[in-house]
């Protein structure tokens, strides 16, 4: 959408401000008119020696005609944005107001209009959301179902082997609750931030140990929860300076890192190596954070859409042995994470394999 005609004015502005085609200079240019209408006529009723009752009855015919005038130019947007609302109060985002005045009315159309589109991507991502999340159920909850019915209709035996691959199927489901849970709280800012200041080297060493941990607990009970059961992926931690330190929120950051090494070791090669690297950022307490894997990459043309919910990649058997490709929720949990402290996250150049960036602003720069 093109800028509306409040981004077109600047501080550069020749009028210095005053608006030309503003309501305010209108109406004033309505009072002037009007006055010099009524001094016009008097002065011809004086030299012309016409009585003053029909310059009168002329200055009122002519003043009305041109309050009319100015009257419904200002009232006709109004009476289109007044549709536009209404469409939007029932549900339709698809009207948009007309966008071609270069007063106030210009800037509540162009408004009203961005409101139309907010509201549109919302409604549209509200209803991908319900799409992806009952596919996304759908799967554990049959397959549940599909061995629990075998199980009552003496098909199977309650052996252990059976009742691993129900439990497969309920940790994938209880997964998926809990990130769609993790992501709701993230979405409704009930999740609190509590910044400390801590030593990011021991820090990140337990995030990664606790990741090959998880992966070897799930790899012997061979369950899939949406998280990797991989354990040939080698997790290589690079800080420098080792005793660097960073000032955020450490739940909220491992969840970021948790998932994106969780992410790249999907994508890994067998026995692929994972970087998580840590560097001092610009400010005080920042910090600088990159992972690393030797995968197939992410295509730059799905850069833009690698956080989004549910989205899984665009390339060619992305997920290695051992995964089965997750719910798609990780990213968007971890990008939410980094958004709540301020920071920014996204996909970066690299010559093998994919590498996202994360910068946390660390302490808030005091006012000078």
Not at 215 to 232: N, P
Not at 250 to 255: L, V
Not at 290 to 313: A, C, K, Q
């Amino acid at each position: 959408m093109s800028d509306g005609p409040a981004a077109r004015r600047g501080p550069g502005d020749p009028w210095g401000g005053v608006r030309p085609f503003s309501i305010k200079t209108k109406l004033g240019a309505l009072v002037v008119i009007s006055v010099l209408i009524t001094t016009g006529l008097s002065m011809i009723a004086v030299h012309t020696k016409t009585e003053l009752r029909f310059i009168t009855v002329f200055s009122m015919i002519a003043t009305l005609l041109i309050t009319q005038f100015v009257a419904h130019s200002l009232t006709a947007p109004l009476d289109d944005m007044n549709t536009v609302a209404r469409s939007i109060s029932r549900g339709d985002y698809t009207r948009r107001v007309r966008e071609n005045r270069w007063d106030e009315l210009g800037d509540l159309a162009h408004t009203i209009n961005l409101m139309a589109d907010e509201l549109e991507a919302q409604d549209r991502q509200r209803k991908e959301l319900v799409a992806n999340v009952s596919h996304e159920l759908r799967t554990p909850i049959a397959g549940l179902r599909a061995v629990l019915e075998n199980i009552v209709d003496g098909i199977s035996a309650a052996d252990p082997e059976t009742m691993r691959t129900a439990l497969k199927q309920t940790e994938r489901l209880g997964r998926l609750v809990e990130t769609l849970l993790d992501l709701s709280r993230l979405d409704n800012g009930v999740v609190p931030l509590r910044k400390r200041r801590f030593e990011v080297w021991p820090y990140l060493s337990g995030v990664l140990k606790e990741a090959n941990m998880v992966a070897s607990a799930r790899a012997s009970l061979a369950t899939g929860s949406g998280s990797h059961t991989r354990t040939d992926v080698h997790l290589h931690l690079d800080v420098s300076p080792p005793e660097l330190t960073a000032h955020a929120d450490p739940e909220r950051i491992h969840q970021v890192v948790a998932n994106l090494i969780d992410n790249a070791v999907k994508h890994s090669p067998p026995h692929g190596r994972v970087t998580v690297k840590a560097r001092r950022g610009p400010a005080p307490e920042s910090l600088d954070l990159e992972v690393l894997d030797e995968g197939p990459g992410i295509p730059e043309s799905e850069w833009h859409r690698v956080f989004e919910r549910f989205n899984r990649g665009a390339v060619s058997a992305p997920h290695g042995p051992g995964s089965d490709g997750g719910t798609g929720l990780g990213l968007a949990i971890a990008r939410w994470a980094v958004d709540l402290h301020g920071g920014r996250i996204g996909v970066a150049e690299s010559q093998r394999g994919c590498r996202i960036q994360v910068t946390l602003p660390g302490l808030p720069s005091l006012p000078s």
